[in-house]
């Protein structure tokens, strides 16, 4: 064979097709749905249960109980205290994975095959009949609170909690899953009971596996794990499943906030608006749109804060996609002496490319490359596949979806990434929210034209 | 359970691994370099991270951005250094494997040609804004580089972080740039794996199509350096945090040695998950600590074992440093229970099942057998890693904690600025920048 043609890059010929695993589907009698892929090249099974409620389904005045809920899951189950429970799944090698977002709550646990059925039985108890108990509940609630004191040095954390608390102002995607301090000391047991009773049922709820087992084995095994669970449908649920749908609050004008952070070494920062749902029919042009302005390494963004100016170590845009309309929003923590330039960059980016610089033909095909080529590799591990399932549940996509995804990126054009921009961008109403050093970033910041700073002080 | 692989050597040096498996039409790239910042020098630290940005600005025959034609082929791509070695690596879709393997060839062969002061100054500015992001924006970010700092005497490879000082990156030189790129990346120093959709004949011919131009280059020296802690060395370092935290770190096995694996389990049952003694004591039962955690940072040339534990609100840092030595004595004295190692065996089958799951990136197949090959030169290793764990048993727990974790320490009190009276009693400021 003759050495490399360093004239020109090889070519990439023909994209190798992908086909998703079929999912193979059914109910327990309780309600329970259960979806399996068989996916036997490991010895492992990943479960994960998909509860179509998390933080946007706190109650207005507990904000967080969605939160502690999840984490009460595993500390203590039965006649098991918190200890026991830790320690039962130490002994398979496994521990719980409790992640409440605010469209959904997803209780994860991967295991060697052998050890499924007591790691189904494990993870039954912490969903259906865990303890609850007082002591436990005040316990955990401490180390959340010292969690939020923790989180207050932590300027992502701070530009987060900020950010979307002025963007939905009373609306359930307006403060992060966490909470607040003066909510979690005022939850009762009642009221982590009460959340876990609504939420939890098996009529609403789906469990994933995936793995080296069969569906028919898997189905006894979970039927035996969950016989205790009851149907509850008829019960009307106290807890909204769906109160994110609610309309946010509108913006009309550009907005800037400050909070202070003395000598932080840079700023964060946070620029964005209400955007759309993932149930948008723009959600594909989106997708190439933000690939191209700031979803990956060669984004105009990032090429232009990081790799020309270099100002930042990264910066990336993206539009949060949820069940209700989540945020646009363009980050990146940049050196404080250019924190007001790379603001300015971020808006000009914004501006041409719903301007004079609209997506181009090379950029188009770029992303959609991107998005297209190495789809495979998302799908690798029995929790990736998990994951995608998890997708298909929350947002309701079919079950080809994932084998279709790549035909409906190609179908995308110039024209219908510059309809989605003009739809959904609009610089006009950008929030942008700085945490930095602020003596040091008042001059320049006056000079941007954004305004006077609104001056937050962090809860 | 193993990684099942076939290796050859191309004439310049360059170590081939070829791993098949078809279960998705990708194939990992992989490629390590036996270089990282243990072989800095004192006055240049942050020299191999920062030469690492620099690999993906270009090189002769594609002068412009590394990432490009690689995103558009449907890749995901990185890179890391770490004190012992670099690695950077592409999955890509099969039809993109020559592409990969082209523009990795390329910046090894042909790097310094397309280099430039400008291209100089932005990675060192980008590299910069990483350590504030990462470091000195972080609460507790600056407490990896206090503990190694006092670990190791100033002219040791490991008395410095990766990431380097902030005044040695800014009087890195393009000349310092062009010599670390001769001594340190060519073939004869590097490791490459193609792991997935390919079978041997395939990657060894592509390999010898891509690589086999390049010269072998001069063979890099082992770094060797000892040095030992007699006494606890009590240190106090301000930041801006709410709660003080307590380190506590001892010199260890290096990787691989023996004694590291045992001081891995040790790690665990002390302080890692909601099963381990110190969480449940510290923050279960008598609830003077918010977390706890505990690691063997196996390395090289050396390792060094560390526990930390944050104080909950109205707790001061000697009563965590109490509490620990307390529960450390304990288990140095009584030793693991049964149900302890059957535990530690469990969670590591899980964690080596877990790695086979993946054929690339960070600590994918493709990476392990980097670094079984490049550590022990045996990248068929897994099996054995493995036996390492199995072969574990309470009494050689117990003999090797006993080796570590004795009185030559350094104690570090983190505290939140201008609250030194949180931090263990006796301890002196340091300086870290």
Redesign the interface.
Known sequence: ????D??R??E???????TFPPILKSRQPHGLGLWCIEES????VSLLLVVPAGSASDPDRLPGLASLTGDMLDEGSGTRS??DV??A???????LEIEVAADTTLIGL???SR?LRQGLSLFADCVVRPSLREADVD?VR??RL??L??L????PAVADRAFMQMLYEGHPYGHLAIGTEAALREMSVADVMAFHASVCLPSRATLIAVGDVKAPMLAEMVEEAFSGWTRREDEAPEVGFDRALADPPPSSSRRLAIVHR?A???S?LRIGHVAVARSTPDYIPLLVLNMVLGG???SRLN?KL???K????GARTSFDFRRGRGPFLMQT???TQVTAAAVQDAFTELQQVLGDRPVTTHEL??AK??L??????N????EQLARALAQLIVHDLPDHYYDQFPTRVREVDTASVARAASSHLHPERMLTLIVGDRPALESSLASIGLGEPAVLVPA | MDIPYSQCFLDNGLRVIVHESR????VAVNLWYHVGSKNEQPGRTGFAHLFEHLMFEGS???DR?Y???L??????LNGSTNADRTNYWE??????L??AL??E??RMG?LLPALTPEKF??????????R???Y????YGMAGMALVAALYPSDHPYHWMTIGAAEDLQAAALEDVQAFFRRYYHPRNASLVLAGDIDRDEGV?LA???F??IPGGPEVEPVVRTTTLRDESRILLED????PRLYMAWHSPAMFAAGDAEMDLVADLLAN???SRLY?TL??ER?VA?DVGAAQNSREMAGWCQISA?A??GHALTELYEAIELEVDRFLHDGPTE?EI??GL??????F??R?????GFGGKSDQLNAYAVFLNDPGYLASDLERYRRATPATLVENARLVLGPGRVVLSLVPSGRAELAVAGSHPVEVS
């Open positions: 064979m003759k050495g490399a360093r004239s890059l090889p990439v010929h023909g994209d190798p097709p992908f090249s490991l010895p492992l918190a200890i830790h320690d799944f130490a002994r398979i090698g496994a521990h991967t295991v060697l050890y316990r401490q180390l010292n969690r004191v923790q207050r040095d932590l300027a003395t932080a070494a840079q964060e990956q390494f060669v090429l990081r790799e020309e270099g100002y930042t170590y923590s940049v050196q095909e770029l490359s991107a297209t080529r190495g789809y495979a590799r799908f690798e591990t029995t | 279960s998705l039409p990708i002769k025959h594609y951005g990432f490009h034609p995103q558009e082929a449907g890749a995901a999955v890509v879709p099969t039809p993109a020559e592409l082209w523009m060839s390329d042909y100054q932005n990675q060192r500015d980008v590299v910069l804004n990483e504030r992001q990462n000195e924006n972080r609460p011919q010898r199509k891509y086999d131009e801006r945090v709410e709660l998950g909601k099963s449940r923050v279960y609830r918010t944050t909950a609100p149900a059957e535990r469990a969670q590591a089958e899980a964690h099942m877990g086979l799951q993946t054929l690339g």
